[in-house]
């Protein structure tokens, strides 16, 4: 069994099997499959600028290289955690 929940002084104070790390792969499954859905359709996005034709271009790209990076960098949290957790 593997500690699912830590008290104030750092101890393990519930536990949980291995099983319970396929609702993690569940979760990282959505997030990141969701972010890579809305990355192909900038029109949806809500970005600070007013976007027009002369720099629509510029937004979306930086904005997708934003949102394919947070992607990425939980992607790559949720597999160490499980990684970590699955030992």
Known sequence: SLPSHYNFAGQPDAWSGKSN???????????????????????????????????????????????????LIIAVIHLATGLFYAG
């Open 21 to 71: 790390l396929l609702f993690l792969y569940a979760i990282n499954f959505l997030t990141v499959g969701s972010m890579l859905v809305v990355s192909f359709f900038p029109k949806i996005w809500n970005v600070p600028v007013m976007v027009n034709e002369q720099n629509a271009t510029k937004v979306y790209h930086h904005t997708r290289t934003l949102l394919c990076n947070c992607t």
